[in-house]
């Protein structure tokens, strides 16, 4: 089975994440996740990811750090996430592609439901919420 490789930004801005839910056009409608996208031939994750954030929510980010990759498999396709902890630079969000977006702190990120691919790093960010909250506080 193909691996694809999908990077992910968590936006962490006053305190809270940045969690947005598939609309119905899309694959697994309702789920929540952290927002990006398929990495293209020959682009790296990092410009990706600032491209996918542009596309999806139209604002600037700029990246942090790159956090645990995994991998889930889905039915027809492994995913191969590639999630990484980013600053808000500017701009306001438009939700271009998902039908919602929430700001969840630490209390409230475990009770959403999550596309499966992106479970591991909701534990990652849950375990590990002071320093990355601390980490991109600006």
Known sequence: MKIIPVTCALII?????????????????GKWEFPGGKVEAGE???TCLIREIREELGI????????PVSDYSYPTKTIR????SVFWKSGEIHLLEHSRFAWLDKNNLISMDWAAADLPTVRYLHDNWV????????
């Open 44 to 46: 790296n994750p990092e």
């Open 60 to 67: 600037e980010i700029e990246v942090v750090e790159q956090l």
């Open 131 to 138: 320093t990355l909250v601390i980490q991109t506080n600006r």
């Open 13 to 29: 801005h006053q305190g809270k994440v940045l969690a947005a839910q598939r609309s119905e056009t899309m694959d697994l409608p």
């Open 81 to 84: 996430l590639i999630p990484f």
